[in-house]
């Protein structure tokens, strides 16, 4: 292999080369640091916005307050932060093809070096199972071919001559063996390229989180509005700049949505950690959202849809073709055993080749305990693949049979060339070849010819006389999950694109298998043809994409972006990462898939089940209607923290909530109680409904007076019994106490009517997950804890009341439900 170049650099030019040009590194890489994810934490506006409460309390000297607060802020940045970063660690530990190993010639000597240290104009060597270290030129080759899925998405293999054939960095040799001279290293490879695209596309926010984000700007505006208001009342009424401060604070304090970071991180990283559970990794949380909202569900062909591996599919002999696929063991008719037979004999013994393992496959498990196998026989003869004549034939010597036995395979015209057929023939057999390709299948013929060895062995392949055998037809085979989790999708509403770099007709019938409607498909070709506002309009309604390039898969993403569709794209290949990023949600196939297609993403799949992007989708939607009941009770929880400060203030009564009882109701209670809505089961009937309209907000109206009016009703009971508490003599403090009890109970009850919104008396308990009834209890004890011990209810400014006192507000909160059941009924009734 090396008798033609027998020098290549010298290592004094090599690292002269490695110091000036750098080393054999891609320069884009998504890997976050810790650093780093946590300023993307700290930048959220939600929590600048409890930051900024906090310092409101500090410069007001209720050092007490702010501190409690400014813990709850770190608390919640500390678990958004491990949580992504045990993502980001669980990442490192698939990086496994980062840097691919190089045997070099230097100095006239084969050495092995980091593929990072390979220079430009070094000659290497490549053999089967070699990752290609950097992209050039193929200078001498023999049975060369290289799997280039990672890069083009086509699954077929690609034989390389030395005739200007290029190798890229990435890709895997699967066949032969050859040498190459390095053209471009590190970012100016094929690779590189693609990695670096990756750095001018921005991450696209979800819909979910810009709609709170907007909320919470609306009413902290709203709040510290109302705060300066309610402060300037105070000190007309009252006098005191302090103490109408602190009721304004404590005013805005019930407008702000403290609880809004802490709910959305606490249904996210629930949902995170049920997920991972399928064995998907979430890489950035928000993207479990954004999974419920999909509307079109982009993905790759190759490794995704199929099994990234070749199979055989059908035989053809004397032109009846034979499925395979419903084949029994060891049910192979006897007609097509000689087939196989000589497809085996025409591959390596020990093959890298996806289509020669595929041969060897379908052998041990038809032909075993037959005599078409022969492990005895010795390879003595091997006539390479060329340009010139798509075909290679392999000579065995058999002990015991005077001749040798010669076995070919190749493309069929190739084949009938070899046999010398007759015009009639060769057209036949062209028809029935291109009647299987038609189907998306790769098509090979094999044919079979004897020679006596002492005639010695003839210089080129058509010197034998060779007969033909049949057609072999190979496909890349669909995964079973696939068109399980495609029709669940459909039902859902969802549309499901397939882009691939294949041909148009292997692309439709994996369509078809898979259940995607393949009646029209588009190529990459015709897509570059048309202007914007074409592309745009046919990507509205065709479903497969064919022979498009990463560039184009990037268009194709963001047209349908432009259309209004949330789009999620899978894929595994470094063609796919540019697209991957660009997404709503991108999701990477974690075993096949890439480095640079996993970094790109926001999900990894781990197991590469493409149903575990249904699960995700389900649970997306999940989270979206559970989280919409928790923001419903949390905003109609609001409604009597507001009204608790104001109402005081108007009638000239001693304030019932300070900073401490909002912090720890909007904090602690309120998030604690979300937890119930998050471990809800969900709908039976989630995935039977279309996706909801990008124009659909979070809370709607009805939501919204719905929130009000419950809110309101806890508000007038709570004020009203702390208004006859006082008027029955008791002091300030008891009073308040009274009325804490009955708010965080009423507050306990909306829970169970807001949990099952369609459910009747019975069952308000029913279905409630563990975590439920762990939470209910648990506020219920915290009430009694901070109520009844004289050293916390200190702390709360509370008056320890008698059980007789206790037990008459915590009935008083719970007959609420009575209310709030009669309301839910009365709904029901008109719907």
Not at 155 to 178: C, I, N, W, Y
Not at 260 to 267: E, H, T
Not at 574 to 600: C, F, Q, S, W, Y
Not at 699 to 710: F, G, K, T, Y
Request: net charge negative.
């Amino acid at each position: 292999m090396t008798a033609v170049f027998p020098e290549g650099l010298s290592q004094e030019v090599a690292a002269a080369r490695l110091a000036s040009e750098g080393p054999n590194e891609l320069g884009a890489d998504q890997r976050r640091t810790l650093w780093a994810i946590a300023a993307e934490v700290a930048r959220e506006p939600m929590f600048l916005l409890l930051l900024g409460a906090g310092t409101i309390y500090l410069a007001t000297g209720d050092a007490r307050e702010a501190m409690i607060l400014l813990g709850f802020v770190v608390i919640i940045m500390v678990v958004t932060i491990l949580q992504e970063r045990r993502t980001e660690t669980a990442l490192d530990a698939l990086r496994d093809l980062s840097s691919p190993r190089a045997l070099v010639i230097r100095d006239g000597v084969q050495i092995r070096i980091a593929g990072r240290e390979v220079v430009r104009d070094d000659l290497l060597i490549l053999a089967e199972g070699d990752r290609v270290p950097a992209d050039g030129l193929v200078l001498q080759a023999h049975e060369l071919a290289v799997d280039e899925s990672m890069l083009t998405g086509e699954s077929e293999a690609l034989a390389k001559f030395p005739d200007g054939s290029k190798v890229f960095a990435g890709t895997l040799v699967v066949r032969g063996q050859g040498v190459m001279r390095v053209t471009a290293i590190g970012s100016r490879t094929e690779l590189g390229r693609i990695g670096k695209s990756l750095q001018v596309i921005a991450i696209e926010s979800s819909p979910l989180r810009n709609e709170i984000g907007l909320l919470t700007r609306r009413l902290a505006l709203i709040g510290i509005g109302l705060c300066l208001a309610l402060a300037a009342l105070y000190w007309l009424l009252r006098g005191g700049l302090l103490d109408g401060l602190l009721a304004g604070i404590a005013l805005a304090m019930g407008i702000l949505p403290q609880e809004f970071p802490v709910i959305m991180i606490v249904f996210l990283a629930m949902g995170a950690r049920r997920i991972a559970g399928q064995r998907v990794l979430t890489r950035r949380l928000n993207a479990i959202e954004t999974l419920g909202e999909t509307t079109v569900l982009c993905v790759d062909k190759t490794g995704t849809l199929t099994q990234n591996r070749m199979a055989v599919a059908a035989l053809s002999v004397d032109g009846n073709i034979l499925e395979t696929g419903q084949l029994a063991p060891d049910t192979l008719p006897e007609s097509y055993h000689e087939l196989i037979e000589y497809a085996v004999l025409a591959s390596e013994t020990d093959p890298h080749d996806p289509m020669e393992l595929a041969f060897h496959r379908f052998a041990r498990e038809y032909l075993a305990d037959t005599e078409h196998l022969h492990p005895d026989w010795l390879l003595a003869q091997e006539y390479e693949l060329s340009p010139a004549l798509l075909a290679m034939s392999h000579l065995w010597r058999v002990a015991s049979d005077k001749q040798d036995v010669v076995a070919t395979k190749g493309a069929p015209e190739a084949i009938a060339d070899l046999c010398h057929l007759p015009e009639d023939a060769r057209r036949r057999l062209g028809q029935q070849a291109e009647a299987m390709a038609n189907r998306g299948l790769r098509v090979l013929g094999v044919a079979k010819a004897r020679h006596s060895g002492k005639e010695g062995w003839p210089e080129i392949q058509h010197d034998f006389d060779f007969e033909f055998v049949g057609l072999v037809g190979l496909a890349d085979p669909l995964r079973d999950e696939v068109p399980g989790a495609v029709a669940e999708c459909h039902r859902a509403g969802i549309r499901v694109v397939m882009i691939t770099g294949d041909h148009p007709h292997t692309a439709r019938a994996i369509a078809s298998s898979a259940g995607i409607d393949g009646s029209e498909v588009l190529t990459g070709p015709e897509l570059g043809a048309m202007d914007p506002k074409s592309m745009s309009a046919r990507i509205a309604s065709v479903n497969v994409f064919a022979r498009v390039t990463p560039q184009q898969k990037l268009a194709i993403v963001e047209a349908l972006k432009a259309n209004g569709e949330v789009v999620a794209m899978t894929g595994d290949g470094v063609n796919d990462a540019p697209a991957l990023k660009a997404a709503h949600i991108g999701i990477a196939m974690g075993k096949r898939g890439t480095d640079v297609a996993r970094e790109a993403a926001s999900l990894v799949l781990l197991e590469d089940d493409f149903s575990a992007i249904v699960s995700a989708i389900r649970l997306g939607r999940r989270i979206f209607a559970n989280l919409r009941q928790a923001m419903v009770y949390t905003l109609a929880v609001h409604i009597p923290i507001i009204g608790l400060s104001v109402l005081p203030l108007l009638f000239g009564l001693p304030l019932i909530l300070a900073p401490i009882h909002i912090a720890f109701l909007e904090l602690v209670i309120d998030p604690s109680c979300s937890i119930v809505f998050e471990a809800e089961p969900g709908s039976r009937h989630l995935m039977e409904q279309p996706p909801r309209s990008p124009g659909e907000h979070l809370i709607a109206s009805r939501h919204l007076v719905r929130s009000l009016l419950q809110g309101g009703l806890i508000t007038l009971v709570a004020a009203g019994f702390y208004f006859w508490v006082l008027a029955g003599g008791a002091q300030a403090d008891l009073a308040r106490t009274l009325a804490f009890i009955v708010l965080v109970t009423a507050n306990a009850a909306l829970i169970l009517t807001l949990r099952s919104p369609q459910a009747g008396w019975r069952d308000l308990l029913a279905g409630m997950s563990s975590a439920g009834f762990i939470v209910l209890t648990g506020t219920l004890l915290s009430l009694v804890l901070i109520t009844n011990i004289p050293a916390i209810a200190e702390a709360f400014a509370f008056s320890p009341p008698s059980i007789r006192q206790w037990l008459l507000a915590f009935a008083l909160g719970a007959s609420v439900l009575l209310v709030f059941m009669v309301e839910m009924l009365t709904r029901q009734k008109v719907r």
